[in-house]
Structure formats: C-alpha cells, structure tokens
C-alpha cells in the first residue's frame, strides 16, 4: 500500500504576469533620451571651447 502525498486533481500553478500601468518604461526612456541629449549638448560645448582655444592659440601664436 503507498500513500501519495499529492491529489490526484493538482496541476502545476503557472504564474501570471500581469503588465505595470504605472507608466515607469516611459519614463525610463524619457531619462535616457535626456541624458543623451545633455551629453550631446555638454560635448558639443566642450569641443568649441577646444576649438576656440585653438584658434585663439594659433593667433597669437
């Protein structure tokens, strides 16, 4: 005689998954599209100062 611990009626349990309306993708991406567009920003500044130290240089120069 086995005893068996589990019903004869169980069926795995598959989870659910249920989608966030809570809408933190879109912010994810607006996050991203704004550092990336300060970081266009900052580099573009950062390369005309350079150009323009260079250019200041080369007169005096």
Known sequence: M???????????????VVPTTNG????KQRGVI???LVYVVVA???AAYLFFLFEVAAKHG
């Open 44 to 46: 573009h500044l950062l």
């Open 34 to 36: 704004t550092r990336v």
């Open 2 to 16: 086995t005893i068996d611990s589990t019903p004869h009626d169980a069926r795995p349990v598959t989870p659910v």
């Open 24 to 27: 933190s993708e879109k912010r």
